[in-house]
C-alpha cells in the first residue's frame, strides 16, 4: 500500500518558489492611480487636490501615530533580530562572514525596551554598553526594537512634509510622503519617505534613518512595514537594515544586512493568563473517561500517558512563551513526508506523531516525545523535499529508536519559570551516541523512501551548510535541540558522499535558499503557511543568496471583517478630502 503523497506536496513546493529562483515575492509594482489618458489635467488637478489636504492629512496621519503608539504600549511582540556581515568576495559578491541573533519580547511601557531571551544583552540601552565590536557604537540608542517607532513624539511643528504620489502596496493605496526634519531641530528625528494608507491614514511602511547623526556617529537606514492585522490597526511586522561600506570613522567599514521580524501579538491566543500550563479538567465526561482510562492503565500505558503528558506540556510551554506555531496546514505538509517515510519502511508506531513549526530564524530541528519540531528558518532555505525528508528522516530516527526525553516535565510545576530563561529550562538534546543512531535509522529508512533517488540534493544542502558553518554561528545553534552542525560533526554527514560538488557560480545548482522566503507567519496568531510566490528564473549566480537575509516585501491587505466598516466609518472614502473637523 504504498499511497504516497509526493505529487501533492511537489505541487505545493513548487508553488512556493522553491525553483531555483529568488523566492522573495516581487515588489508589488506602483501602479497609478490615474488613467494614462488626461494624466496632465488629471495630475495638476490631483496634486492641487493633495496640496489643499495634505496639511488635513498629516493631522489625521499624526493622530493615528499617536494611537498607534499607545496600542503599543499593550503589546508585547516577540522581537527576533538577525544580522549578517558581509564583506565582498573576490568577484565582487557581498558574502556573509559573521552573524548576529537576538530574540525577545518587546516592552515599550517606557519607550522601546526588550526582555531578551537569548543571553544576549537586549535591543535596548544596556545591548550598546555592553556589545562589543564595532556595533556596540553603531547601533541606534535603542536598538533595532526602536524602528517600530517613526518617532515617540511625532508632531507636525517638527518636519517638513511634501506629497511624492499615490502608490499600491499590496491591494493597499497608499499616499507616498516625504518627511524631513525642520531645520534647527536638534533632537534627531525621522527623516525619508512615509506610505500612509489612504482609508484611516495609518502609516504602514516608514523607510529612512535619524536625523540630523550624533557627532561621531550615525544611525542606520532601515525600512519598516506594518500590516493591517486587527480592523484599524496595522502593527510592525518587519524591519529591513542594509548598510554597504560604511565608513565609521576609524577607519573601520561598516557592511551588513539585518531583519527583525515581529510576531505573537495575541496574547489572548496563547493563554497567557492561565495560571496551570495543563488544564486537564475540561468538563464532568471528560473527567471521567479519564479516570477510566487511568483505572485500565497497565503500567505500559501508564509510562506511555506519562511520556505524552511531558510531551503535551512540554509542547504547550514553548507555544505560549510565542515560540511555536500552532497547530496548522503546514504541520499535515509536513507530516505527509514523515508517513511516506513510515509507510515505505512498513512501520507500525504506537501513537501518533505529530510535526509542529517553530518561529524562529536559526536552522533547527528537534524532537520532545513523538512531537517532531522544525524551524521557520530551516524550511525556508531548505531546497526540496527530499532534503527537508532529510531532516524529518533524523528526528523520525529518534522516535522510531524510542530515545527517551526527560519526562520531569510531566510534573507541571517544572514548567513555571520566566519565559526569558526558557533555554535554560527547556532543552530536548540527545547523546552524540543517539545522534549517531539516528543518523543510521535515517538513513535505512530514506533509501526505502520515495526519496531515494534524490538524496544529492540533500547532500549538496548539506556540503553548502558546512561551507557556510564557520561564517553563520547563530544561524547555526540550535536553542532547544541538537545543532545540525557543530565543530566536529554534521548531521548525515554521509549523504555528502554521494553528493555533486558545490559549484557557487552555476544558477542552475541550488543547495540552499534565501532566508524568508518560503513560510509566512502571521504575526497576530503566529499561524504559518506556505508563501505564494511564483518562481522566478535567476539572472545570476549572485542571486542564489543561499542562506542569507532578503529584504521584506510584504503584499499588504485590508483586513475585511463585519465590523471594520464600523471602525472606517471615522474615515473618509476614496479620495474625498478629508473631514478637517477629524
Ligand atoms: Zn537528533
Not at 494608507?197 to 561621531?216: L, S
Not at 509536513?334 to 509507510?343: A, D, E, G, P, R
Not at 520566566?418 to 533555554?423: G, L, M, V, W
Not at 496568531?525 to 542571486?543: F, W, Y
Request: net charge neutral; charged share 25%.
Amino acid at each position: 500500500m504504498r499511497n504516497l503523497h509526493s505529487l501533492v506536496l511537489a505541487f505545493l513546493f513548487v508553488g512556493a518558489g522553491i525553483l531555483p529562483a529568488s523566492p522573495q515575492a516581487a515588489p508589488a509594482p506602483s501602479r497609478p492611480i490615474l488613467p494614462a489618458l488626461g494624466v496632465a489635467a488629471q495630475d495638476s488637478a490631483a496634486s492641487q487636490s493633495s496640496a489643499a489636504s495634505l496639511g488635513d492629512v498629516i493631522d489625521r496621519v499624526v493622530q493615528r501615530e499617536h494611537f498607534f503608539l499607545a496600542q503599543m504600549r499593550h503589546m508585547h511582540p516577540m522581537v527576533e533580530t538577525y544580522i549578517q556581515d558581509l564583506k565582498t568576495d573576490r568577484s565582487d559578491n557581498p558574502q556573509p562572514v559573521k552573524d548576529h541573533y537576538f530574540l525577545g519580547r518587546l516592552d515599550m511601557t517606557d519607550g522601546p525596551e526588550d526582555t531578551s531571551f537569548t543571553g544576549q544583552p537586549g535591543f535596548g540601552q544596556r545591548m550598546l554598553t555592553k556589545l562589543t565590536g564595532v556595533y556596540s557604537m553603531h547601533f541606534l540608542p535603542l536598538g533595532f526594537a526602536q524602528m517600530v517607532v517613526l518617532d515617540t513624539d511625532f508632531q507636525k511643528k517638527y518636519y517638513n512634509f511634501s506629497f511624492v504620489r499615490r502608490e499600491f502596496l499590496g491591494e493597499v493605496r497608499c499616499l507616498v510622503i516625504d518627511v524631513e526634519p525642520r531645520a534647527g531641530e536638534k533632537i534627531p528625528r525621522f527623516k525619508g519617505r512615509i506610505w500612509v494608507e489612504d482609508q484611516e491614514y495609518n502609516i504602514v511602511r516608514f523607510n529612512g534613518t535619524y536625523a540630523p547623526p550624533p557627532k561621531f556617529d550615525f544611525y542606520f537606514h532601515f525600512d519598516s512595514w506594518r500590516l493591517n492585522m486587527r480592523p484599524g490597526t496595522w502593527l510592525p511586522a518587519y524591519i529591513y537594515t542594509e548598510e554597504q561600506n560604511l565608513k565609521t570613522g576609524l577607519s573601520k567599514n561598516l557592511h551588513f544586512k539585518a531583519q527583525t521580524r515581529l510576531w505573537g501579538y495575541d496574547l489572548k491566543g496563547l493563554s497567557r493568563n492561565e495560571e496551570f500550563t495543563q488544564i486537564v479538567v475540561d468538563s464532568p465526561q471528560s473527567v471521567k473517561d479519564q479516570t477510566e482510562a487511568a483505572a485500565d492503565a497497565t503500567p505500559v500505558v501508564a509510562e506511555r500517558m506519562w511520556e505524552r503528558q511531558a510531551e503535551d506540556n512540554a509542547v504547550d510551554r514553548i507555544r505560549k512563551i510565542g515560540l511555536l506555531a500552532p497547530p496548522g496546514d503546514l504541520d499535515k505538509v509536513l507530516l505527509t513526508v514523515v508517513n511516506n517515510l513510515l509507510v515505505t519502511n512498513n512501520i507500525d508506531l504506537q501513537g501518533d506523531i505529530r510535526c509542529r513549526v517553530l518561529l524562529t530564524a536559526p536552522l533547527e530541528s528537534f524532537t520532545i516525545g513523538h512531537t517532531i519540531i522544525i524551524s521557520r528558518g530551516l524550511l525556508d532555505v531548505l531546497p526540496d523535499e527530499a532534503s527537508l525528508a532529510m531532516i524529518l528522516a533524523h528526528e523520525l530516527g529518534h522516535v522510531v529508536l524510542a530515545h527517551r526525553f526527560d519526562t520531569k516535565m510531566a510534573f507541571n510545576d517544572r514548567m513555571f519559570f520566566p519565559d526569558e530563561a526558557s533555554f535554560q529550562n527547556l532543552a530536548f538534546k540527545h547523546s552524540e551516541k543517539e545522534e549517531e543512531a539516528a543518523d543510521a535509522k535515517a538513513l535505512e529508512m530514506l533509501k526505502n523512501s520515495p526519496y531515494k533517488d534524490k538524496l544529492g540534493s540533500a547532500g549538496l544542502f548539506l556540503k553548502a551548510l558546512q561551507e557556510k558553518a564557520p561564517h553563520l554561528p547563530n544561524l547555526l545553534h540550535s536553542h532547544l535541540g541538537n545543532s545540525i552542525v557543530d565543530r566536529k560533526t554534521i548531521r548525515m554527514a554521509s549523504l555528502m558522499a554521494s553528493a555533486p560538488a558545490l559549484q557557487d557560480n552555476r544558477t542552475d545548482q541550488i543547495a540552499a535558499l534565501p532566508l524568508g522566503g518560503r513560510i509566512k507567519v502571521d504575526p497576530w496568531s503566529d499561524q504559518v503557511e506556505l508563501a505564494k510566490g511564483k518562481p522566478v528564473a535567476l539572472n545570476s549566480a549572485r542571486e542564489k543568496m543561499p542562506f542569507e537575509i532578503t529584504p521584506p516585501f510584504p503584499f499588504l491587505t485590508r483586513i475585511s471583517t463585519p465590523g471594520a466598516d464600523k471602525v472606517a466609518l471615522t474615515a473618509p472614502a476614496g479620495d474625498q478630502k478629508p473631514d478637517p473637523k477629524q
